[in-house]
């Protein structure tokens, strides 16, 4: 149990365009989603809390305009990068917390996550 | 102070013997406690949660929590190569605001020697 995939695992865009991930728990129903990035060698990032059915909450300094989250049903999230630009490359990381079924119920489950590279 | 501590490491130990991994964090209330194991250029697996004080164990590793210190730690027995890994401490900090949101530490290098 408690398998969170992502898609796409590699995207390369050029400068400007706009690329969606996708963050998908498949053998559980999930709440609330996280949505981390992490640069080479440092620590994770939390960008910004997902709940399903309402608005996500964006961390500090977070642009929620550039960063769209739809937490549109229990076991999908999609994090948009919006005008992507070479400084928004980075591993982009997405959790899920379970509410019932065979996970624990308050603990983040990561998906694989995505390496997007901006040209 | 940190919200969340953690030894950079790098902790480098033979094939065989016991690493430990510790942890402190800031807020005495926290409830829930956990590990993660994150292999270079991959995402942060569950290694283990924790909630009572005390001992817990699963396979080769051991996580122990003392509330009273605000202390938690992850032992591996037996370590292995494949073990070599950055851990992360993570922990719902009361302070943390939203449900199920964890703070995390900056993870500790463990490199097993063969």
């Known amino acids: 149990g408690a398998v969170v995939s992502q898609h796409p695992s590699r995207v390369i865009c050029k400068s400007g365009t706009s690329v969606k991930i996708e963050c998908r728990s498949l053998d559980f129903q999930a709440t609330t989603m996280f949505w981390y990035r992490q640069f080479p060698k440092q620590s994770l990032m939390l960008m910004a809390t997902s709940n399903e059915g309402s608005k996500a909450t964006y961390e500090q300094g977070v642009e929620k305009d550039k960063f769209l989250i739809n937490h549109a049903s229990l076991t999908l999230s999609t994090l948009t990068v919006t005008s992507a630009h070479p400084e928004d490359s980075s591993f982009y990381i997405c959790?899920?917390?379970?509410?019932?079924?065979?996970?624990?119920?308050?603990?983040?489950?990561f998906g694989p996550g995505t390496r997007l590279t901006v040209l | 102070q940190k919200e969340v501590e953690q030894n950079s490491g790098p902790l480098s130990v033979p094939e065989g013997a016991i690493a430990s991994l510790n942890c402190t964090y800031s807020d005495r209330g926290s409830q829930s406690f956990f590990w993660y194991r994150q292999y270079s250029g991959k995402s942060p697996e569950l290694i283990m949660s924790?909630?009572?004080?005390g001992d817990k164990e699963d396979g080769r590793f051991t996580a122990q929590l003392n509330k009273a210190s605000q202390y938690v730690s992850l032992l591996i027995r037996d370590s292995q190569p494949s073990d070599s890994a950055t851990y992360l401490c993570a922990v719902n900090l009361l302070s943390g605001g939203s449900n199920y949101k964890l703070t995390f530490g900056k993870g500790t290098l463990l490199t097993v020697n063969p």
């Open positions: 924790i909630y009572s004080n």
């Open positions: 959790s899920a917390v379970g509410t019932s079924g065979r996970v624990e119920t308050d603990t983040q489950y």
